[in-house]
C-alpha cells in the first residue's frame, strides 16, 4: 500500500522569501512517481513538478524544486520568492509506474499563506 | 498539454434527485478516469477507478448504487450522484490517463461543485 504524508496543516510565508513544504512517502513499489500540485480556492488542481524515483537529479520548474531524499522517502516541494498568488492548498501526491492506470493518491495538503 | 474537461462547474440539486456530471478528455483517449471527492480543508478521497468499457471499480466504503460510474467511450466518463442528501454535498473531480503509460501522465478536470438542498 502506498501512502502519503504531510504533516504541516498552515504554513506562513513573506512575500519573496522561500519556503519548504514537507511531504514524506511509503511504498512497497519499486518505480513510483512523485507529484506536487497547487489547489487555489476555486478548486482545480495545478500540477506543479513531478519527480521519478529513479531520475537521478531532483526536479525543477521555474521557481518551484523538489528535494527528492529517497533513503529518507522525502519529496519536499521547495517554492522560491514566495508572491502572494501562491497562497493556496499544496498537496503531495504518488503512483506506481509500473502500475499501468493507477490513480494518485495525495497526502492531506499543507495550507499555504503568503503575506505582503 | 492534454485537456480534460468537467461539467458541471456548479450544480444545485433538490435532495432526493439525481445529478449527472461528466468527463471529457478533449484532445486524446482516455482509457481510464478516476473520480474524487474532496471536502473542504481535507484531501483527495479515491472513489472508483474506470476503465472505458468495463465495471468501474470502487474503493472501500464507497456506495456504488448511490455513485453510479459509466465510461461508455474513450472520452467520456460520467458519475451519477443518485438520490442526492445534503451529505453528498463535496467537490467531486475527476483525472484521466491513458492506459499503460506511467509518469507524469495524469490529467485533472476542472471539478463539479455539488450543493444538495
Known amino acids: 500500500a502506498q501512502k502519503i504524508t504531510q504533516t504541516q496543516p498552515g504554513m506562513f510565508v513573506q512575500e519573496k522569501e522561500a519556503v519548504t513544504l514537507d511531504c514524506t512517502y511509503d511504498?512497497?513499489?519499486?518505480?513510483?512517481?512523485l507529484f506536487w500540485y497547487k489547489q487555489p480556492s476555486s478548486g482545480e488542481m495545478i500540477f506543479l513538478i513531478y519527480q521519478g524515483s529513479y531520475d537521478q537529479q531532483n526536479a525543477t520548474e521555474g521557481r518551484y524544486s523538489l528535494n527528492f531524499q529517497k533513503a529518507r522517502k522525502s519529496a519536499n516541494l521547495v517554492i522560491s520568492a514566495s508572491q502572494l498568488g501562491d497562497s493556496a492548498m499544496y498537496f503531495c501526491?504518488?503512483?506506481?509506474?509500473?502500475?499501468?492506470?493507477?490513480?494518485?493518491?495525495f497526502g492531506k495538503g499543507t495550507t499555504l499563506s503568503v503575506s505582503s | 498539454g492534454a485537456v480534460v474537461s468537467q461539467h458541471p462547474s456548479w450544480v444545485i440539486c433538490k435532495s432526493g434527485t439525481s445529478v449527472k456530471i461528466e468527463c471529457r478528455s478533449l484532445d486524446f483517449q482516455a482509457t481510464t478516469m478516476f473520480w474524487y471527492r474532496q471536502f473542504p480543508k481535507q484531501s483527495l478521497m479515491l472513489m472508483a477507478t474506470s476503465n472505458e468499457g468495463s465495471k468501474a471499480t470502487y474503493e472501500q466504503g464507497v456506495e456504488k448504487d448511490k455513485f453510479l460510474i459509466n465510461h461508455a467511450s474513450l472520452t467520456l466518463s460520467t458519475l451519477t450522484v443518485t438520490s442526492a442528501h445534503p451529505e453528498d454535498s463535496s467537490f467531486y473531480i475527476c483525472s484521466a490517463t491513458i492506459h499503460g503509460t506511467s509518469g507524469n501522465t495524469i490529467y485533472f478536470g476542472e471539478g463539479s461543485w455539488l450543493t444538495v438542498v
Open positions: 511504498t512497497s513499489d519499486p518505480s513510483y512517481g
Open positions: 501526491a504518488m503512483r506506481g509506474i509500473n502500475q499501468a492506470g493507477t490513480a494518485l493518491i
